[in-house]
């Protein structure tokens, strides 16, 4: 059974920086595909990073320059390093792994970014 756990979510002042973290633990073996989702008040859950176990990444346009995914392969662990945060950045981030044609999904973490 896979699961995934992030954290690293919280409060902060508009320009500053978040990391956000997301660990898969269960049988994940090879190819696979991580991301980061978000999804705010009111609003439709949207993707935000995506990347690929050989590292192609791919950035929703309104955070592109200010947010890099990474991931550590090794720890099957996926990093969303959030930096020049806006308050309309202000959401619940999730976590998404696709694997073998299935997704799964962490829990969410709370981001909110004050003006």
């Known amino acids: 059974q896979v699961q995934l756990v992030e954290s690293g979510g919280g409060l902060v002042q508009a320009g500053g920086s978040l990391r956000l973290s997301c660990a898969a633990s269960g049988s994940i073996f090879g190819i696979n595909t991580m991301a980061w989702h978000r999804q705010a008040l009111g609003r439709q859950r949207v993707l935000v990073a995506t990347i690929t176990s050989g590292g192609t990444t791919i950035y929703e346009d309104s955070v592109k320059g200010r947010f890099t995914i990474s991931r550590d392969n090794a720890k099957n662990t996926v990093y969303l390093q959030m930096n020049s945060l806006k308050p309309e950045d202000t959401a619940v981030y999730y976590c998404?792994?696709?694997?073998?044609?299935?997704?799964?999904w962490g829990q969410g973490t709370q981001v909110t970014v004050s003006s």
């Open positions: 998404r792994l696709g694997y073998l044609g299935n997704a799964y």
